[in-house]
């Protein structure tokens, strides 16, 4: 169950309820909670799409003063098998990392710019691209800070 402290001291605490998707569940998460919905179809990048969310998530929850242990799924709530793609691979957790890397970076590193270059096998964040045939990938990362770099490294990756 949910448990929050009203403005009056008394303690709240949310009713567990039967769904009618044959799980427990707690009410009140649609009516008095903030509901991001990411859309991944055929074809999409879904860690890409993660990545997106993951900083909206990060923003709302700075922005408002909420604790990562705040952040939940729907299926809290409701019962319903979501977000069913983070579910059916279990990386909702992963995700709660990358949100909790996003506030930390948010945080800590606001006043740094980062950027990546690399063979045709890297995109501009690093990341190697899917598909690639690649034996190996070079990469470099320049972290600055008004404009001085202040790490400016190069990297090999192999792939198996």
């Known amino acids: 169950p949910i448990v929050k402290i009203g403005e009056d001291g008394y303690y709240y605490i949310s009713k567990l309820y039967y769904s009618s998707l044959s799980t427990n569940a707690t009410q009140g998460g649609n009516a008095s909670s903030v509901g ?31 604790d990562i242990s ?40 606001a006043d740094y710019e980062f950027s990546w270059t690399g063979t045709g096998d890297i995109d501009n964040t690093g990341r190697i691209k899917l598909g690639t045939t690649a034996k190996e990938v ?19 990756t192999k792939i198996n």
């Not at 691979?89 to 996003?102: A, L």
């Open 36 to 66: 991001i919905e990411s859309a991944v179809n055929a074809g999409t990048d879904y860690y890409l799409t993660s990545r997106i969310t993951a900083k909206l998530v990060a923003e709302i929850c700075m922005r408002h003063g909420v």
């Open 70 to 109: 705040c952040i939940l799924q729907h299926n809290t709530t409701s019962g319903k098998d979501c977000p069913n793609g983070m579910r059916s691979i279990n990386f909702w957790y992963t995700f709660k990392d990358m949100v909790s890397m996003e506030m930390f970076a948010k945080t800590n590193f």
């Open 138 to 156: 070079k990469y470099s990362v320049v972290v600055s800070k008004n404009n001085i770099d202040v790490v400016n490294k190069s990297f090999t």
